[in-house]
């Protein structure tokens, strides 16, 4: 089973230093490539590798209005962390906070984050490699599908 760094600390202090580790963010998930030595882009995440198997657990879910615009309280609310709202975005088919204005989306229930943390765990090496030492491509139909450029 997959543990948390932090889950190992033995003093507050030490828990701390590690947590950094343990923050879930996007950019936690994302793999990155070297295009032709001129540019470090993504190319593609785990969210996209594992996304059509967390997709059949999704549930429609209703989005009152005080959470329009605000993917992040929504998230605090759903999840008890607004640091989530990449996952709220990402289930719901959203790109930005300025598309979370529907009244029902698709959820990803807090019951299956565990499972997504140990897949995290798990792929976190590959991500973490492909952040410090990207693989240089050289041509553009080596990238990936779902590759998304933004600048």
């Known amino acids: 089973m997959a543990k948390n760094?932090?889950?190992d600390a033995t003093t507050i202090?030490?828990?701390?230093?590690?947590?950094s580790n343990d923050i879930w963010t996007i950019d936690r998930t994302v793999y990155y490539i070297n295009y032709n030595n001129k540019s470090i882009i993504q190319n593609g995440s785990i969210l996209d590798d594992y996304g059509d198997y967390f997709e059949q657990f999704t549930e429609t879910v209703e989005v009152p209005e005080r959470f329009f615009y605000s993917p992040s309280y929504f998230?605090?609310?759903?999840?008890?962390?607004?640091?989530l709202d990449f996952?709220?975005?990402?289930?719901?088919?959203m790109t930005t906070l300025f598309e979370f204005n529907q009244?029902?989306?698709k959820f990803l229930?807090?019951?299956?984050?565990?499972?997504?943390?140990?897949?995290?765990?798990?792929?976190?090496?590959?991500?973490?490699?492909?952040?410090?030492?990207?693989?240089e491509v050289l041509e553009m139909d080596e990238?990936?599908?779902?590759?998304?450029?933004t600048i």
Not at 87 to 93: I, R
Not at 116 to 134: A, H, I, R, T
Not at 143 to 149: D, E, F, S
């Open 109 to 135: 229930p807090k019951s299956r984050l565990i499972e997504l943390n140990q897949l995290m765990n798990f792929k976190k090496k590959d991500v973490e490699k492909s952040y410090s030492n990207p693989e």
């Open 13 to 19: 202090n030490r828990m701390l230093a590690s947590m």
């Open 87 to 93: 996952l709220v975005l990402y289930f719901a088919k």
């Open 75 to 83: 998230s605090e609310f759903m999840y008890g962390t607004p640091d």
């Open 5 to 7: 760094i932090s889950s």
């Open 143 to 149: 990238v990936n599908t779902k590759t998304r450029i």
């Open 103 to 105: 009244s029902k989306i």
